[in-house]
């Protein structure tokens, strides 16, 4: 599956954004979704993934409240929108298509060319 990274930009603190991830070259609805994020310096780490309905999705504790994961299928579409944005919050955004485990894990085979997020303070 091939995956294309969109939306990213500058963004001041408590500002919205919204990612979105469009898959080609497989059927989208078979697949599980995330999203994860690099920041310079610092190994890539998870953010939020969804199963391949939208049924059950999951949260790094940094980011629960603010950010919400969803999907369209018919449009073989991810999306992260991003909420209350904090400097920290500034990094890589890379999408990522696998199986979602029963623990919210993303046993990942495919990744996204990633895009940048920076939320000035």
């Known amino acids: 599956v091939q995956l294309q990274a969109s939306g990213g930009g500058l963004v001041q603190t408590g500002g919205s954004l919204r990612l979105s991830c469009a898959a080609s070259?497989?059927?989208?609805?078979?697949?599980?979704m995330g999203w994860f994020r690099q920041a310079p310096g610092e190994e890539r780490s998870f953010v939020a993934t969804i199963t391949w309905n939208g049924g059950n999705t999951w949260y790094a504790d940094a980011v629960k409240g603010r950010f919400i994961i969803s999907r369209d299928n018919a449009k073989s579409t991810m999306y992260l929108q991003m909420s209350n944005l904090k400097p920290e919050d500034t990094a890589v955004y890379y999408c990522a298509a696998g199986a979602t485990t029963s623990r919210g894990n993303l046993v990942t085979r495919s990744w996204g060319q990633g895009t940048q997020v920076t939320v000035s303070s």
């Open positions: 070259g497989e059927p989208f609805d078979r697949l599980g």
